[in-house]
């Protein structure tokens, strides 16, 4: 090992740790075209969740993200079956802008639901054009969480839109999915200006260090643990928090303390 705190060091003996549990952030549910996923069932994620030392996770099913009248009452109907363990975010798609008056009109009274998600790079639909707004508009009156698939050079989720967006709707959390992978500085710079902007960690531990600049020029309290599951296995990403050269506190708030605030968990 080369980080021997026993926080890393029960990470490593058991696959878990009592003291540190880890909220994610980012993840799916489902199958999905020309891919097999060994872990799909919401049964499936469980197991994973409980071998990693997940708490709780929170996830947009893969038909929402294409279909949300169809893929959130499955997302609804999976979190119901592992109540505080499993919470999802309302897709939207903003292709189909008549339907969103009728999602924002039923968000508030499902409990399961805890933010928006957003994936402009899918949808082919900037997050900065009309159909977007309605959405950014409810979240910033009522203090929402959205999810958002950032990526650097992107035309539709860019940091240009970003920053945009947040700076424009000061009183949503905004959670920037993978970081705008790639641009970094633009990421860092965001969140570092912008209080209600997180950095996000889904699909980007290959990097090299990333972990280690988010901490140091940000800090640790502005970043989020995700993994994609079932895309990704969580331990992998876990080890890669564990093993980048940051403390414990760091470690602390980006496995859990730092969702715990943002979704109000204890």
Not at 76 to 99: M, Q
Not at 217 to 231: A, E, M, N, R, Y
Request: glycine share 8%; hydrophobic share 35%; with cysteine.
């Amino acid at each position: 090992m080369t980080n021997d705190s026993p926080l890393v060091r029960e990470f490593m003996e058991t696959g878990k740790c009592e003291s540190c549990p880890v909220i994610d952030t980012h993840a799916h549910f489902g199958p999905f075209q020309g891919i097999y996923f060994p872990n799909v069932t919401a049964e499936d994620m469980i197991a994973t969740m409980d071998r990693c030392g997940v708490k709780k996770l929170v996830f947009s099913s893969h038909a929402s993200l294409i279909d949300p009248r169809r893929g959130n009452p499955i997302s609804l109907d999976t979190c119901r079956k592992y109540p505080g363990r499993l919470y999802a975010y309302w897709s939207i798609n903003p292709n189909y802008p008549e339907l969103i008056p009728d999602d924002l009109s039923k968000f508030p009274f499902i409990e399961e639901f805890v933010g928006f998600k957003f994936l402009p790079s899918y949808h082919q639909y900037s997050i900065t054009d009309k159909n977007c707004q309605p959405v950014f508009e409810y979240a910033n009156a009522n203090k929402c969480i959205v999810l958002c698939h950032t990526w650097g050079g992107n035309l539709y989720n860019g940091p240009q839109q970003v920053e945009e967006i947040v700076g424009k709707y000061p009183d949503m959390t905004f959670l920037m999915g993978h970081s705008l992978s790639g641009a970094w500085e633009d990421a860092f710079r965001i969140a570092k200006e912008h209080p209600n902007a997180y950095l996000e960690l889904c699909g980007i531990y290959h990097h090299g260090g990333v972990i280690e600049q988010m901490c140091g020029q940000v800090g640790s309290h502005k970043i989020t643990f995700g993994t994609d599951l079932p895309w990704f296995d969580p331990h992998y990403g876990i080890g890669c928090v564990l093993f980048s050269h940051i403390g414990d506190e760091d470690i602390h708030n980006i496995l859990h303390r730092n969702a715990e605030r943002i979704f109000g968990w204890s």
